[in-house]
């Protein structure tokens, strides 16, 4: 409250109490009270908007602050409609102008006195002001406000924080407030199984929630009454209801093999389409009325909060990535270099012991190889920490790519199996699989392994990582949990299959190995090794 009763405030605020005061004397108050309570009204508003910019956030609250002290200016003008006796509130909105606007903002807000006082002269009741009254309080309301804006400027101000900053803060302070007031946090899987928690009561039902938007691939986030997504993904699906509520936005309902299928969109609080919700049951005729809209009903519920949670998945994916961005440059500036700068130090000095003939020489030759070895490592770990996953590629094509690397960086054998149903993974748990792979791949760069294989399994939202390797390990499952951060999985450290040699091998997964034709419609096949180093082979289903 002080913050916004400043000195030069109520400095104001006593002039519109000095007017009422002296036009009360003469007789004319109750014509000048409501103008002078409503340009001393706004201006306090003003005051206020300036004090806490974040009402409105701080940019919104500097225009809105401007808008008011125009506003105000605006009333001023009108009040000539009670007498001459108004003339001093004029002082009022010009000088909260230039305290804050400048010059820039006392013009403004004198043009905006001056359109106000010409409608009260011409639509009022006829009036004789004195001229000189009239000049004499416009001079010095124009005067006063000039010298705010002069005292404005040459104020020293303090160190301008950036406006975006700040911005963010508030926003970010809200957000935690408001997520601890919401049904699931922002957490999206909780989010949508309370949208698949309120669907109807049905024996035999399905549903699934999937996110993105009409133009990507859907991510399964949220699944019920099946073990894997039981239709194609959406873009690729012959069934007009599932396609035209993905393509379109359009909600569906029709029956499919003796099911009633029902399909509709979700959307964030601007309209945009940020997923689907669909549900199936054994029916031989389409859902009611009564079915559809409690179905809609679900989705509209908690959609909004599904987008607000996902865009916070997004943000701290995002923030992440720039983290791992800032220290790859600080490794290669920093450490990087002076490894380098040591590895030249021992050339020369290895140089200068063959020349003086010193057995010391090959041991020196022996060094510089292990701190080219540890140079090579540390710059793999660079190229690591910059690689990100495309939304475009997916995880299959991100570990495809990363192999093929590795083997020809190091000369190992690799083989890699993908086995990719039509839906991906959340980003989320890419990223954090991708990182699980980094990790062996270090490790197995390391111990100087002469075979890598991985197969990669997924039928969203399941997946099975197999990852192992020929040579020893540094490897724990509590080093390795730390990678998958929060995702629900089992994850495995143990021994490779004596019959590839012995070696290491890494699971994490959320299904168990498949055997056979499974209800995930992906057909496995065992595992195969090539023949030549950096060799991959790939074998994708829908």
């Given at each position: 409250m002080l913050a916004v009763l400043s000195t030069s405030t109520r400095l104001r605020i006593a002039i519109a109490a000095v007017v009422l005061v002296v036009n009360a004397l003469l007789g004319d108050g109750s014509l000048v009270l409501p103008w002078a309570l409503l340009v001393a009204g706004?201006?306090?508003?003003a005051g206020f908007l300036l004090a806490h910019e974040d009402v409105l956030l701080p940019h919104r609250s500097q225009r809105a602050?401007?808008?008011?002290?125009?506003?105000?200016?605006?009333?001023?003008?009108?009040s000539l409609l009670a007498g001459a006796g108004a003339l001093p509130l004029f002082v009022i909105p010009l000088y909260r102008a230039g305290e804050r606007g400048g010059r820039?903002?006392?013009?403004?807000?004198?043009?905006?006195?001056?359109?106000?006082?010409?409608?009260?002269?011409?639509?009022?009741?006829?009036?004789?002001?004195?001229?000189?009254?009239?000049?004499?309080?416009?001079?010095?309301?124009?005067?006063?406000?000039?010298?705010?804006?002069?005292?404005?400027?040459?104020?020293?101000?303090?160190?301008?924080?950036d406006p975006i900053a700040d911005e963010a803060a508030i926003v970010l302070g809200r957000l935690a407030q408001l997520s601890a007031g919401m049904d699931g946090g922002l957490d999206h899987t909780v989010m949508a199984e309370r949208i698949l928690d309120h669907l109807p009561s049905k024996p035999g039902l399905r549903g699934v929630v999937l996110a993105g938007t009409p133009v990507s691939v859907a991510i399964p986030i949220a699944l019920r009454g099946a073990a894997r997504v039981p239709w194609p993904e959406p873009r690729e699906d012959d069934h007009n209801t599932r396609q035209r509520a993905w393509t379109l936005g359009v909600p569906g309902n029709d029956v499919e093999d003796n099911r009633a299928v029902v399909a509709v969109p979700l959307r964030d609080v601007r309209g945009e389409q940020v997923g689907m919700l669909v549900a199936d049951w054994p029916a031989r005729t389409p859902a009611t009325a009564a079915e559809v809209l409690e179905i809609t009903e679900a989705a509209e519920r908690y959609s909004t909060g599904l987008a607000v949670a996902m865009s916070y998945a997004h943000l701290r994916e995002q923030a992440g990535m720039d983290e791992r961005r800032h220290l790859a440059r600080a490794m290669h500036d920093g450490i990087a270099q002076e490894i380098a700068a040591v590895g030249f130090h021992i050339d020369m000095v290895r140089y200068a012991a063959q020349q003086a003939g010193d057995s010391t020489a090959p041991e020196l030759a022996n060094l510089r190889a292990e701190v080219a070895r540890i140079l090579i490592d540390l710059r793999n770990d660079i190229t690591d920490l910059r690689v990100g996953l495309r939304p475009e590629h997916g995880l299959g094509a991100a570990v495809s790519a990363r192999l093929q690397q590795f083997g020809a960086t190091t000369g190992a054998v690799v083989t890699v199996v993908l086995r990719e149903s039509g839906f991906r993974l959340p980003a989320a748990t890419e990223v954090?699989?991708?990182?699980?792979?980094l990790d062996v791949l270090a490790d197995a760069q390391r111990h100087r392994a002469h075979h890598v294989e991985v197969?990669?399994?997924?039928?969203?939202?399941?997946?099975?990582?197999?990852?192992?390797?020929?040579?020893?390990?540094?490897?724990?499952?509590?080093?390795?949990?730390?990678?998958?951060?929060?995702?629900?999985?089992?994850?495995?450290?143990?021994?490779?299959?004596?019959?590839?040699?012995?070696g290491v091998q890494v699971k994490a997964g959320t299904i168990a190995r498949l055997n056979g034709e499974s209800d995930y419609g992906i057909r496995p096949h065992p595992s195969r090794w090539e023949p030549a180093p950096a060799t991959v082979s790939e074998e994708g289903s829908r």
């Open positions: 706004v201006d306090v508003v602050a401007v808008a008011a002290t125009v506003i105000g200016a605006f009333a001023a003008g009108l820039g903002g006392v013009a403004m807000t004198g043009g905006a006195l001056a359109v106000g006082a010409g409608i009260a002269q011409t639509v009022g009741p006829p009036a004789v002001l004195p001229l000189g009254q009239v000049v004499l309080w416009g001079a010095l309301a124009v005067s006063l406000g000039t010298l705010a804006a002069w005292e404005d400027r040459i104020t020293p101000r303090r160190r301008l924080r954090r699989l991708y990182r699980l792979l197969e990669l399994i997924v039928a969203a939202p399941h997946f099975q990582f197999t990852i192992s390797h020929s040579g020893a390990t540094s490897l724990s499952v509590a080093a390795l949990r730390e990678r998958l951060d929060d995702i629900a999985c089992q994850l495995s450290v143990g021994e490779r299959r004596p019959e590839k040699g012995g």
